[in-house]
């Protein structure tokens, strides 16, 4: 985001940030020749028992954002549907089911997975997408069931994911041909835990006035706390870009210059249009403060216990985000609205993703019954542009800072 | 046949047959998935109604769910909302799909039947954990309709319901095997009548019509016809018409992978001590929905086993337009049938449009070219 941006907004962390992921995705495609394990898994997947066993983890999620920033997602969903893929589905399966085959992509593909690890904490296509990769590669598959909680983390509920962490780590001890080490996974446990603690202190420094930073640059900066959670490098770079928000605060840089406006973004980013976006809305001296997404890697710390990782591991990755209750979900929207001071609401209904924007219209109508601050719909897709019309979507947003302004003046 | 003329009525109108049920006076309890535990339902005392679309126009829906959801739960929630099924006493939503888990939320928000529950499922089914997580979540709903009901569900309630469902899952797989044997011994559009009055009449009814049903068909033979002999494999269908247009075009259904057919009643649920074990040793053994995993390949294996034991000439998917499991199954199941040497054609269907002719050109296209 910060491409275009005078020198002094720029966030420094930004450089090294991408040093790190260059380097991570270097380790990942030079894995086989250094004799390391990769393992695929879906972006709400627990990666520290991973991390533990010293395998590489990959995110398909993470590889199908890249696709769609740097624009290669309407190809490869085409290619996707060439092979009887609906349109309709997920933009990020198909890119990657489509990578798979024709090695596209801005990496030319992600390494071969030796095993695949799917958790539906999010939704139930990954649980198709990683059935059709076990058939592809012919790799092991371990799906870690998360049952929804509607309304309640229920008993039985919390004894079927336990029992299945521990089954998760035998299929690590069976693929890894080696003994799971219970004392470097509470280490690890430790580390995922203060990278999650301080990418959530990250992002609660937007609440300053004006921001330091915006949701784009949470997209950005979100790829650590998803990849490389549980290591010291996540770590320490969230610390350093901690340290450089709460410098900018005092510095007083904005993200946004004259910042009057504060918004809230619901749902995936709209990645091959993030600049444009992020330029529309600070033409309009607003900032997207916030987000429900980026969000989501720190939301279920509370259910954490740094000091017994595994065993809270169950409850935490069972009750994040996007495996609640549309009710509980809209509290959350509420609860941000407030800590933000949000002055609207831009929520993305994403075709791709039903389990996030089936719902979003009732947490639209709470928002709008309980706290009165204009709520925008945009349709769009978060991989695939074809079904983004630019000119629409402008006058939409438009009319609605027209609104926030009207208010706020 | 004056039996299946019961059913073919009956489906007209649902309502009509909820108020013959209430005025018994009993409760109707929907569900929108065949992984529902009827029997616990009926053994509660309650009916146990598989709600469909009535295809009316999306308006009040329109309000909670965006277009790019499929039209069966935008359908029902049309349904809910403008009061069509204010019959209802309650639902239950096992978990199923994306949509269907976001459907449950906005029916409980919006909520204004009595009685709500979710049967949080497991989605993988071939594990022992998985096992027992399912036994403890129907142990669950038990008490809740206990609850419910006022009274305890005891295990003569239970086993009574389940013997009262296996039978009439007996008979409608007899019903099938028959139309397999001897195709075109009932027509589509009949054997769809049954199939979907079953789901939604009362049981004790559809126990005492299936069996004359069968020993009629058993006696009735049919002329040797050079027809094509068809499985479908979706999710629903809940269009006769498409049955009529197929054998229109010289096409008979002879099996199906449908949740609205044998995925919903192939399977005996078996003698065991407790009853709860059992029904859900049936759940997880049964021709397995896409939206539940027991292994990368046990969809392909049992369509292909089904389409062979059938000896079918063609397999038609016939998908519901913005429906992700199956969607995602589909090019695999395709490769696995064509490889067995079997035809195949896709149709994308929509309650909210459907267009017969074309349906008619590209069956008859199919049938001419197998
Ligand atoms: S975008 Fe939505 S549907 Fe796609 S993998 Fe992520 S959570 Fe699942
Ligand atoms: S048709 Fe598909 S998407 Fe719709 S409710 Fe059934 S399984 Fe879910």
């Known amino acids: 985001m910060s491409d275009k941006l005078p020198e002094k907004r720029k966030i420094k962390s930004a450089k090294k940030m991408r040093d790190i992921m260059t380097t991570y995705y270097l380790d990942a495609m030079t894995a086989k020749q250094n004799n390391r394990q990769v393992a695929w898994i879906t972006s709400g997947g627990p990666v520290e028992p991973l991390v533990a066993m010293d395998i590489i983890p990959v995110y398909p999620e993470n590889h199908g954002a890249m696709i769609g ?9 085409i ?66 069931d998360t049952p929804i909680c509607h309304t309640q983390y229920s008993p039985e509920i919390a004894r079927y994911v336990r029992t299945q962490m521990d089954e998760y780590i035998a299929f690590l001890e069976t693929n890894t ?168 609401l831009v929520m993305h209904s994403n075709r791709s993703c039903k389990p996030y924007s089936f719902g979003q219209m009732d947490i639209m109508r709470i928002v709008r019954e309980k706290t009165n601050i204009p709520v925008i719909m945009i349709e769009a897709d978060m991989v695939d542009p074809r079904s983004f019309s630019q000119s629409q979507i402008e006058t939409r947003i438009d009319a609605f800072m027209e609104i926030i302004k009207q208010r706020n003046d | 046949m004056k039996e299946i003329n019961i059913f073919c009525d009956a489906i007209k109108d649902v309502s009509i047959i909820a108020s013959k049920i209430k005025a018994r006076p009993k409760k109707i309890i929907g569900y929108l998935c065949s992984y529902a535990p009827e029997e616990l339902i009926y053994a509660a005392g309650f009916h146990p109604m598989r709600l469909f679309s009535s295809k009316s126009e999306i ?29 209802l006493d309650g639902t239950v939503f ?52 206990e609850i419910a009901a006022e009274r305890k569900i005891t295990n003569t309630d239970l086993w009574e319901s389940i013997k009262k469902f296996n039978f009439i899952r007996k008979n409608l797989s007899k019903i099938y095997a028959l139309q397999s044997q001897k195709p075109g011994i009932i027509k589509g559009a009949d054997l769809f009548a049954i199939v979907k009055g079953s789901m939604v009449m009362d049981p004790d009814e559809v126990g005492q019509l299936l069996p004359v049903i069968v020993a009629n068909l058993e006696k009735i033979d049919v002329p040797k016809k050079n027809v094509k002999r068809i499985v479908v494999s979706g999710s ?38 407790n009853p709860i074990n059992a029904i859900a040793a049936r759940l997880l053994d049964r021709m397995i929905c896409p939206a539940k995993h027991a292994s990368p390949t046990a969809r392909g294996e049992n369509l ?31 490769e696995a049938i064509e490889k067995e040497g079997i035809k195949t054609l896709l149709i994308e269907m929509d309650d909210q449009q459907q267009n017969s002719g074309q349906l008619a050109t590209r069956f008859e296209t199919f049938i001419q070219m197998i």
Request: proline share 4%; aromatic share 12%.
């Open chain 2, 236 to 273: 629903i269908c809940d269009s006769p018409d498409i049955y009529t247009a197929l054998e229109a075009a010289g096409g008979i259904i002879v099996g199906d992978d449908l949740c609205t057919g044998q995925r919903w009643f192939e399977g005996e649920i078996p003698d065991d001590e």
């Open chain 1, 177 to 344: 041909k080696k003994k799971f080490d219970y004392d470097k996974m509470a280490r690890v446990g430790k580390l995922a835990y203060t990278a999650q603690l301080l990418w959530q202190k990250v992002l609660n420094t937007t609440a300053h006035k004006p921001s330091p930073m915006s949701a784009f640059d949470a997209f950005f900066f979100l790829a650590l706390i998803v990849t490389l959670r549980g290591t010291q490098i996540a770590v320490d770079f969230y610390r350093q870009l901690l340290q450089e928000m709460e410098q900018r605060i005092q510095t007083g840089i904005s993200m946004v210059p004259d910042e009057k406006y504060r918004l809230l973004w619901d749902n995936l980013p709209v990645w091959y249009r993030l600049k444009w976006l992020s330029e529309k809305f600070s033409g309009h001296n607003a900032c997207l403060v916030a987000d429900t997404y980026t969000s989501a890697w720190c939301g279920a710390i509370k259910y954490t216990d740094e000091n017994n990782f595994l065993d809270s591991m169950a409850e935490a990755y069972t009750r994040i985000y996007l495996n609640i209750g549309v009710d509980q979900m809209a509290d959350q929207v509420l609860d941000m609205i407030k800590f933000y001071d949000a002055d609207g």
């Open chain 2, 94 to 145: 096992p978990h199923t799909c994306d949509s269907i888990q976001r459907l449950s939320d906005i029916w409980r928000m919006n909520g204004k039947y009595e009685f709500f529950a979710d049967v949080v499922l497991p989605a993988k089914l071939n594990t022992q954990s998985a096992r027992t997580y399912m036994t403890d979540v129907l142990n669950k709903f038990k008490q809740a309709l």
């Open chain 1, 79 to 144: 290619k996707a549907e060439d092979m009887g893929y609906s349109s309709d589905l997920c933009s990020y399966a198909r890119t990657d089911i489509s990578c798979s085959i024709v090695k596209g992509g801005p990496l030319g593909g992600l390494p071969e997975p030796d095993m695949l690890i799917c958790c539906n904490n999010i939704c139930g296509t990954v649980l198709k997408w990683y059935e059709i990769q076990a058939r592809y590669y012919n790799v092991p598959l371990f799906i870690l």
């Open chain 2, 304 to 334: 292909v086993s089904l389409a062979k034991k059938n000896n079918a000439h063609g397999v038609i998917f016939m998908l519901v337009k913005f429906c992700d499991p199956h969607a995602f199954d589909y090019p695999y199941l395709k």
């Open chain 1, 69 to 77: 920033a740097s624009k290669m997602g309407e190809d490869l969903c």
């Open chain 2, 59 to 87: 308006m009040m829906a329109e309000q909670h769910l965006q277009a790019y959801c499929c039209s069966l739960v935008r359908g029902v929630l049309e349904d809910s909302l403008s009061g069509r099924l204010s019959f």
